[in-house]
């Protein structure tokens, strides 16, 4: 009986979650192939344990601790906190910030790899 309190808000927070995760995954796989496909499932793995979804942050064991702000989940899931319950919309703006940071710096490791690929491709035509 959880009553979200702006649904538009939690809309569009759902819609910069998703983003933000499919750009990590496409950087991870563009970037590393198979080994990134492992990487997102370790990272995942790490991301569940750490990011105080599952327990509360005062119970983690300080290796989890420590991997807590690194790690996208931890500002989906305050973010969600706040639209769902809290409705501070103070703090949520902290969280989109740091969702749009890990946003872009996916999206530019992207674009960087296949525009270093585009100019590689250009060199070997030449010759």
Not at 60 to 71: F, Q, R, T, V
Request: charged share 15%.
């Amino acid at each position: 009986d959880l009553q979200v309190q702006n649904i538009f808000l939690f809309y569009c927070f759902t819609v910069l979650v998703g983003f933000t995760f499919m750009f990590f995954c496409q950087a991870m796989v563009t970037l590393f192939d198979q080994v990134g496909r492992f990487l997102i499932l370790l990272v995942m793995i790490f991301q569940l344990a750490s990011s105080a979804g599952t327990f509360p942050f005062e119970l983690l064991p300080d290796w989890a601790k420590a991997l807590n702000p690194w790690l996208p989940m931890t500002y989906s899931i305050r973010g969600f906190r706040d639209i769902v319950s809290s409705g501070n919309y103070g703090d949520l703006q902290g969280q989109i910030l740091h969702l749009l940071v890990f946003l872009v710096v996916f999206l530019i490791l992207t674009i960087g790899y296949f525009y270093s690929k585009d100019q590689e491709r250009e060199r070997h035509c030449l010759f």
